[in-house]
C-alpha cells in the first residue's frame, strides 16, 4: 500500500530492541517504503554495505556503538546519506553536548508515523 503524495523509499531501520524494529517497519511500510532492519549497528553496517537506502532511520542508545556513531560511519562510506536518529535522550544529549554532527533530524521518543514522515521528507528533500 502507498499513500498518496509519498513516493516510496528504501529505508534502513536500526535499533537493538526488535519490537520497536518492527513497529517502525510496519508503521512506514503503511506509507509504501521498502524496509530492512538491523538489530546493532554491525548489523546494519552490514546490510548498508550491500545496498543503496534513500535514508537511514537508527536509535541512538545500543550496545556496542552508538546510533551518532553509526550515522558517522554511514556518512564516511556514503557521503550525503540521509540519517534519521530517534531517541529517548534528545535532551541528555543537548545538555551533554554529544556531537550529531552525522545526523540530519532528530526525533524524540514517544512518536507518530506524521514525525517519520516530516524526517523522511525534510532529509530527502535535498537529494
Known sequence: M???GIAPK???VVDDEPIVCDAVKMMLEFDGHHIETA???E???AL???SDFDVVITDYSMP???G???AA????LKPGQPVVMITAYAEMLAAEQIPLDAVDHLISKPFLLEDLRAAIAKVTAAR
Do not use: D, V, W, Y
Not at 73 to 76: G, H, L, S, V
Open 2 to 4: 502507498s499513500t498518496p
Open 10 to 12: 528504501h529505508i534502513l
Open 39 to 41: 538489530h546493532g549497528a
Open 43 to 45: 548489523q546494519a553496517l
Open 48 to 50: 548498508f554495505e550491500k
Open 64 to 66: 556496542g556503538m552508538k
Open 68 to 70: 551518532n556513531e553509526l
Open 73 to 76: 560511519r554511514c556518512k564516511t
